[in-house]
């Protein structure tokens, strides 16, 4: 018995010694921010054409051959980026649910960086298509600078909160030890979707809008684990 009396007090005194130790550290998990406003560098656009024919083959030809030229005006715009959006069509019925005719609608979408070409050629597709949206922001390429830029700011405001912290329970020595870095993507208004109608006769020239795109804010959010002693 004498000689496991001497292990079993030290086994009893090794989780007190680490309690003690434990004892003088503080985990704190805080969260900080930095955000920056930003003039909106992107402008994205959508048009759409829509008809009714009493044929099927009639109806897409004549969406077609707007859908059609609408890519050739586009190409005249090289720092304009054309795509095509959705395409649908449906049949019409009479009170008895017979089919009568058909409707169409189709979609382009414009996105680019420069405002006055990319107005210039919503009013030349205004011609024959109808405006459904316009949408600005702040490009990938900004913004990704922009967040590189708040990084340094946003730990040094999470530091900032950890030494409060430290200082109001005694203890000065902070550390680092867990951080996690994400931003906030902004809520961008959505695109105001005009009501389904018949598309109008073809018009004369368009005016194009003098665009105002405005200034988002941009924020950098950071969590952290902060060992304090």
């Avoid at 946003?154 to 409060?164: D, E, H, R, T, Y």
């Amino acid at each position: 018995m004498r000689l496991t009396l001497p292990a079993l007090t030290l086994l009893c005194t090794l989780p007190a010694a680490a309690m003690a130790a434990d004892a003088g550290v503080t985990v704190l998990n805080l969260s900080a921010n930095a955000s920056q406003e930003l003039a909106n560098d992107e402008i994205n656009a959508s048009l759409y054409v829509q008809d009714r024919q009493p044929q099927a083959g009639q109806l897409a030809d004549r969406i077609n051959k707007a859908l059609n030229r609408a890519r050739q005006d586009a190409e005249a715009y090289r720092k304009v980026t054309f795509s095509s959006g959705s395409y649908n069509t449906w049949p019409d019925y009479d009170k008895n649910g017979k089919i009568i005719g058909w409707q169409a609608r189709a979609e382009v979408k414009l996105r680019s960086n420069e405002f006055a070409d990319t107005a210039e050629l919503i009013a030349r597709l205004q011609k024959y298509m109808a405006l459904e949206g316009v949408q600005f922001s702040v490009s990938d390429r900004s913004r990704s600078q922009a967040e590189a830029q708040l990084i340094p700011q946003a730990i040094a405001a999470l530091q900032a909160q950890a030494a409060a912290a430290g200082k109001a329970l005694g203890k000065h020595q902070q550390q680092v030890t867990e951080l996690s870095i994400g931003s906030a993507q902004p809520n961008y208004p959505m695109m105001m979707r005009a009501k389904a109608e018949m598309a109008a006769a073809p018009a004369a020239d368009v005016a194009p809008v003098n665009f105002q795109p405005g200034q988002s804010m941009i924020q950098l959010n950071i969590n952290g684990k902060v060992e304090i002693r």
